[in-house]
Nanobody, 126 residues
Framework: QVQLVESGGGSVQAGGSLRLSCAVSGYTYSKYCVGWFRQAPGREREGLAAIYIGGGGTYYADSVKGRFTISRDNTENTLYLQMNSLKPADTAMYYC???????????????????WGQGTQVTVSS
């Protein structure tokens, strides 16, 4: 059973940084994609970044490009989202999600992901 567990959320002032972690377990695939999403109250779940494991690259939404960085620790099978220069508009529940080939729709499409974590809250105050 594939499981994803997020951690690292919290409260921070505008301009600050947080690093979110996503621990992935139960995977037997050498190739897969992990994405980070967020959802604020009353808004659609938004794709922020994705990384293709076993081939491919990293991708970012325009709203976070240059501020957020997605990365992976190969030894621990953990994914990270480093978030810098945080803004109050970044306040949301953050989720990591995974999908396997064939990928089909774009990395930003939440409906293309089969596995989801429980989420971690990020609150940015002004």
């Amino acid at each position: 059973q594939v499981q994803l567990v997020e951690s690292g959320g919290g409260s921070v002032q505008a301009g600050g940084s947080l690093r979110l972690s996503c621990a992935v377990s139960g995977y037997t695939y050498s190739k897969y994609c992990v994405g980070w999403f967020r959802q604020a109250p009353g808004r659609e779940r938004e794709g922020l970044a994705a990384i293709y494991i076993g081939g491919g690259g990293t991708y970012y939404a325009d709203s976070v490009k240059g501020r957020f960085t997605i990365s992976r620790d190969n030894t621990e099978n953990t994914l990270y989202l480093q978030m810098n220069s945080l803004k109050p508009a970044d306040t949301a529940m953050y989720y990591c999600a995974a999908r396997i080939p064939p990928y089909g729709d774009g990395w930003w499409n939440k409906d293309a992901y089969s596995y989801w974590g429980q989420g971690t809250q990020v609150t940015v105050s002004s």
